[in-house]
């Protein structure tokens, strides 16, 4: 599959660093602030993704033979599978880093056809295995098939990481566009499905907006580039949708910092340190 680049538009699109090395956002006086992604990461449990993963160790359990007859497989039997499946290599929880790695490659080449550069150079770059290669060539296609249906979008910025002073919390935009004079902002995805986490996160990035850059977001677009059809799947939020989305994060923000003050005040009588035994 062959995914050409976009033309090039016209010069003075920003194009920010991206995100900070392992999310070390900072507010103006040095002090580490959490990301959107931790903020939602803690409130919001992300059951379908823990069973995913679980799926993915059970597939693989099968394929090792492990469990190749058992339709009702005991804890042992599970536990042995687990076991072999470790040894050869698989752990249930690299499998999300993979998809993610994925995705991190996508958006990059993304960002590259926004600045008419060469996506598929970009993609070469990350050192993909060939499926994961291929899994990433169709959720760029899929990008581009989008892309193809609104080109009245002018995109002005990409990958900007931006802070809130007043609220303590950080983030990095995908995108932010012009829409016929209205503000844009836009989140590329490549998960298999949409989540309400992407909607708050989206609430969170314009939130930041207004308190980094004064700037208010008309509409907002989840595009979900997936990697198994090629096909683009889109959610729009704009309106009231936009302002709840908007409000529904900072509650979670607020509970987050309050989660944290809790567990400082009390985490030491939770957990009290265990006490040594004195050797006789």
Request: charged fraction near 30%.
């Amino acid at each position: 599959m062959t995914v050409e680049a976009t033309p090039p538009h016209p010069a003075g699109i920003e194009r920010g660093p991206g995100r900070p090395h392992r999310g070390n956002y900072r507010d103006a006086e040095g002090r580490k602030v959490p990301s959107v992604t931790t903020i939602l990461d803690a409130m919001d449990a992300k059951q379908g993704l823990q069973a995913w993963r679980m799926r993915q160790c059970f597939d693989q359990g099968y394929e090792y033979g492990c469990l190749q007859d058992a339709h009702d497989p005991t804890q042992a039997q599970i536990k042995a599978a687990r076991e072999k499946a470790t040894r050869d290599g698989f752990r249930p929880d690299s499998v999300g880093r993979e998809a993610g790695y994925i995705g991190s490659a996508v958006h990059d080449a993304i960002e590259s056809i926004i600045h008419g550069d060469d996506g598929i150079a970009t993609l070469d770059g990350f050192g993909l295995t060939a499926e994961q290669h291929k899994q990433a060539l169709k959720a760029l296609g899929a990008w581009k098939r989008w892309r193809d249906e609104n080109r009245h979008l002018r995109f002005v910025a990409t990958e900007i990481p931006l802070i809130s002073d007043e609220l303590g919390f950080g983030g990095t935009i995908d995108a932010l566009a012009d829409d016929c004079g209205r503000v844009w902002l836009a989140d590329w995805k490549s998960s298999s499905r949409f989540y309400e986490s992407h909607v708050y996160q989206i609430g969170g990035y314009v939130q930041l907006l207004s308190d980094a850059r004064g700037i208010d977001v008309d509409d907002a677009t989840i595009v979900r580039c997936c990697k198994k059809t090629g096909r683009p799947h889109v959610m729009t939020i704009g309106g009231q949708q936009l302002k709840a989305a908007r409000m529904g994060f900072v509650w979670r923000l607020r509970a987050f910092k309050l989660d944290e003050s809790f567990r400082r005040f009390y985490g030491a009588q939770l957990n009290p340190p265990r006490r040594r035994k004195v050797a006789s």
